[in-house]
């Protein structure tokens, strides 16, 4: 289950499958697929994501659930399984620890003249709104970096910089391997760093709901195993009130430390194009995923594939019937690549309002098609609207993050791309660059800055 904290939205980073077997525009074996997604699910592990989102955004044309065979459902299973496998560990207690380390890492493999420049950066004062900010500037480079201090704008010029860098066509081949040889260099201090930092998992629950200002609760009920024997312990934790998870152990501090772990591990959804509402609440069952991304929930409209029906009522009775219920459902409304001339008399708040009145666990807003801005305005108004979630489902980069700082929730998927395309690689400067801004309170940024530490994992 996806937890919204109190302090900022959370990043779901979207990992894009390449095309399944099946569909046309397949040219791997789903053992290739799988450690594609494996990289990716790694990379946003590295750079502290709240979670990802999984989707079969290759496998154009999309067909509707009624024109898909079983092997989706089966390859999509598959799939979850890998994410799972490499982002159950990333836990939200590790992310600022984690991201500091992967941003040592990736400095110390800088390009040559990437490097010469950010040694040679200038920084100059200013005010913004009141408040000093310090800019960075590199020679022989457009690119500058914003920051409360000179660290801080150094670094975000020097993510930009080589962002940018790795956009440019004529780079990427000859930067593959030299990428390929960072990530593994991040993935190993990552496995490292984890089994180094077993932190308490009271103490580690303590201190991250202090820091999102959550409020935690156990609760322990002794059972019997039917046997009189031995007696089982039902342990629940809340969180804000809320069940967030439990369990059945032998031992208390089992029972303690399991409902934590479920917890704290990190979140992963799916959705299945084109509104395969069911076979993905199917996937996210059989693969121990948190949530789904739904289409067409409430009303309907006219999409790429064609029309669609509102399908809640059926969705929610297949949730419970296959024992579900503890996989969320983010709906999206007034989807993005959709006609929705047949609800024109409906706004945007009403159809929020329907889609929480018919047991949506949140909405999801987008712009009209993928990488499009959404309007703030529109997402400012059903927040003030509704009690359920608001995500902000397209066009959000780190330029305008900032806008939608009332959502519970940014999906991003097109920006953290080489040259902000869905299809691409992971951006990996482009994607710290934007965790960056978003830990910029938690991050000791000359700290980062020490590449020539020995250790890659000296993180205070």
């Known amino acids: 289950m ?19 077997p099946g569909s046309p525009g397949n040219t791997l074996n789903m053992g290739r697929i799988c450690g594609d997604v494996r990289t990716q699910t790694l990379i946003y592990k590295s750079a502290g994501v709240d979670s990802i989102l999984i989707e079969n955004m290759n496998d154009l044309p999309y067909v509707q659930a009624k024109d898909m065979g ?15 496998k490499y982002f159950n560990d990333s836990s939200p207690f590790y992310q600022t620890k984690m991201l500091t380390n992967s941003l040592q890492i990736l400095l110390k493999n800088l390009p040559e003249d990437v490097k010469e420049s950010a040694d040679n950066a200038t920084i100059s004062k200013n005010f913004t709104g009141g408040e000093e900010v310090q800019t960075a500037s590199f020679p022989n480079f457009k690119e500058t970096g914003h920051g409360k201090t000179e660290s801080e704008a150094r670094l975000k010029g020097i993510l930009e910089i080589y962002a940018n860098y790795l956009d440019k066509e004529k780079l990427i081949s000859n930067e593959h391997k030299k990428m390929k040889e960072v990530r593994d260099e991040i993935q190993g201090a990552m496995h490292k760093f984890l089994r180094q930092n077993d932190i308490p998992y009271l103490g580690k629950l303590e201190k991250y709901c202090h820091r999102t200002k959550s409020s935690s609760k156990f ?43 479920d917890y704290l591990r990190g979140k992963i959804g799916v959705q299945i194009l084109a509104g395969a509402n069911k076979e993905a609440l199917a996937v996210a069952h059989s693969a121990d995923l948190d949530y789904i991304r739904a289409e067409g929930f409430v009303f309907s409209h006219v999409a790429d594939e064609g029309w669609m029906d509102g399908c809640a009522g059926q969705l929610l009775r297949y949730r419970n019937y296959i024992g579900a219920n503890n996989i969320q459902i983010f709906t999206d409304i007034k989807k993005k690549h959709s006609a929705h001339a047949v609800t024109s008399d409906v706004s945007l708040v009403e159809m929020a309002k329907a889609a929480e009145f018919f047991g949506s666990d949140g909405v999801i807003i987008t ?14 108004d059903v927040i003030s609207n509704v009690s359920v979630p608001v995500l902000v489902g397209s066009g959000v980069n780190s330029d305008n993050v900032t806008d939608y700082k009332n959502a519970s929730a940014v999906i991003v998927g097109s920006h953290f791309k080489r040259n902000q395309d869905w299809r691409q690689r992971i951006n990996i400067p482009r994607l710290y660059n934007f965790m960056v801004n978003i830990f910029s309170d938690e991050i000791d ?7 020539d530490s020995d250790s890659d994992l000296d993180v205070r």
């Open 445 to 451: 940024f000359d700290k980062v800055l020490e590449t």
């Open 367 to 380: 712009g009209t098609a993928t990488g499009e801005q959404t309007n703030p305005e529109h997402v400012q």
């Open 70 to 84: 079983p092997e989706t459902v089966a390859y999509m299973t598959s799939v979850g399984a890998i994410a799972r």
């Open 2 to 20: 996806l937890y919204f904290n109190k302090i900022r939205p959370l990043v779901i980073g979207m990992v894009h499958v390449h095309a399944l």
């Open 219 to 261: 609760a322990l009920d002794t059972l019997s195993n039917g046997l009189n024997e031995y007696p089982l312990y039902h342990g629940k934790l809340f969180i804000d009130g809320k069940l967030a998870a439990e369990t059945i152990e032998n031992k208390k501090d089992l029972a303690h430390k399991k409902c934590v772990n």
